[in-house]
């Protein structure tokens, strides 16, 4: 089965660290998207890629950075100048199928 | 650039009656794609209906029907019948022939019992 998965499901930051986050998709699609969801709000665009080895900054992109190596994977760091990182994370990749991972929630200790 | 504005941040209904969500979008593409999605608690993006901007008929899913008028640019995903599970966020969402997503705001849709 095609999809989208999104490691780990949560995720706890202590302060001044960097963590990781997982993306990783089967459907041989071009395009990943990382998206920023805040209590009651729509999704904000963190970061976008097109293709491998290209990505590009979408609306809120301080404080986060990304790697799009392989076409499967696109894992986004939330580095420590992001000061407000607790929300909900959601990966996608547009295309057939379902193109939704099902997110990651960042909680700060 | 393209644009997708949701107009309503709430919306109540009573159940099993009819709520039309509204959405519109601006484009100067031809060839694009709208959905609505469908967000409930546990925050998962559910795919509620697709639209391809080349089909003038209009999408339907058992309940769940849209009004697509191109020219003005209106994309209303209309949900008959309300159960108490469709109480959830509601996205209605723009692509490009590039896989482009553009998202609006959302609206809140309560069941009121």
């Not at chain 1, 805040?38 to 809120?60: A, E, M, W």
């Not at chain 1, 760091?77 to 193109?99: I, R």
Request: glycine fraction near 6%; proline fraction near 5%.
């Amino acid at each position: 089965d095609g999809g989208i998965t999104q490691s780990p499901k949560y995720l706890f930051r202590k302060e001044g660290q960097n963590v990781t986050l997982s993306c990783e998709q089967n459907l041989n699609h071009d395009a990943m998207y990382w998206y920023r969801q805040d209590p009651g709000q729509g999704l904000r665009l963190i970061y976008y890629s097109q293709i491998v080895n290209d990505f590009q900054k979408g609306d809120i992109a301080e404080g986060y950075s990304v790697s799009r190596e392989k076409k499967e994977s696109f894992p986004l760091t939330v580095t420590s100048a992001q000061k407000n990182p607790t929300a909900f994370y959601l990966c996608a990749s547009p295309g057939q199928g379902k193109p939704f991972g099902p997110g990651t929630r960042l909680l700060v200790l | 650039a393209q644009t997708v504005t949701q107009s309503q941040p709430e919306m109540s209904v009573q159940e099993a009656e009819t709520v039309t969500l509204s959405c519109t979008y601006d484009t100067s593409e031809s060839d694009y794609y709208l959905f609505w999605y469908k967000q409930p608690p546990s925050r998962q993006m559910i795919l509620v209906i697709r639209q391809e901007a080349y089909k003038q008929q209009n999408a339907t899913e058992n309940r769940f029907s849209v009004n697509f008028q191109k020219a003005a640019k209106s994309f209303s995903l209309k949900i008959s019948d309300s159960q108490l599970g469709d109480a959830a966020m509601y996205f209605c969402a723009y692509m490009d022939s590039n896989y482009q997503l553009i998202w609006g705001a959302g609206t809140k849709l309560i069941i009121k019992p």
